[in-house]
């Protein structure tokens, strides 16, 4: 098993770094964050104890199941799921220093009152819809310049860039065009010059597209089933609001 993901580990690398190469892009600038959805804490821990950093779970069930497995090992977790706003405590206990996936105004709210009460902070990525698809979450590209004003007036919401899933298609340049307006929404938002906003995160591209997403701008790449193995369930396990 540890022979496996350590294997894995080092041919996505590679991919990382070739995609930056063809781009003249510095390796160092593109994260890559191990989605650990279903993944077990022995097999996370490989990974862990073996130079990776950031880890990041989609359900909160699975967040507080392998926290005290995972909190002895130095490691940064982020939150990808979509998130409902019942479970926003628990979100703050189990040490989630960044939820990638804020896409509503009612979460930001939410968020804000219970960071207010501890008397703490967390960083946030806004979630765009980039694809347009009903069965993924995140706020229409339209309304993301807008979203992220608001945001940016809690004072304990960092903002620090934007996460989108891209279209699950064969098609590159389909996929790209995703990849191109969390791109282009980003310069648009520097340009606004918001204060507390920091536009400096691109988190989008899985295993099958990260390279497309690397060449239009990606600093986080977020993979999961090409370290750690196939997944038990399907994708819709992972994306159903009802089951958060």
């Known amino acids: 098993m540890e022979e496996d993901i350590l ?7 590679t991919r990382i770094q070739k995609a930056c190469e063809k781009t003249d892009r510095n390796p160092d600038e593109v994260k890559l964050l191990l989605a650990t959805k279903t993944v077990s804490s022995e097999r996370i821990k490989i990974a862990l104890e073996n130079g990776q950093i950031l880890i990041a779970e989609n359900k909160v069930q699975e967040l507080k199941e392998k926290y005290n497995d995972l909190k002895g090992i130095p490691h940064e977790n982020h939150f990808i799921g979509h ?4 479970k926003v405590k628990d979100i703050l206990k189990y040490d989630v220093v960044c939820v990638q996936s804020l896409d509503r105004l009612e979460l930001a709210e939410k968020l804000h009152q219970r960071l207010v009460a501890e008397r703490k902070t967390t960083d946030v990525l806004i979630q765009v819809n980039a694809s347009n698809e009903e069965s993924k979450f995140g706020v229409h590209p339209n309304e993301a310049v807008e979203l992220t004003r608001k945001v940016s007036e809690f004072r304990t919401l960092k903002v620090k860039g934007l996460m989108t899933i891209g279209l699950f298609s064969s098609e590159t340049e389909k996929v790209r065009s995703c990849f191109k307006i969390l791109k282009n929404l980003q310069l648009e938002i520097i340009r606004q010059n918001i204060p507390n906003v920091e536009m400096k995160e691109l988190s989008m591209g899985m295993s099958g597209d990260l390279e497309t997403a690397i060449e239009e701008g990606s600093t986080i790449v977020r993979v999961g089933t090409a370290v750690f193995g196939a997944r038990v369930y399907p994708d819709s396990y992972y994306w159903d609001e009802g089951k958060g």
């Not at 294997?7 to 690398?13: A, P, Q, T």
């Not at 998130?83 to 019942?86: A, D, V």
């Open 7 to 13: 294997h894995n580990l080092e041919v996505i690398k």
């Open 83 to 86: 998130l409902q706003t019942n």
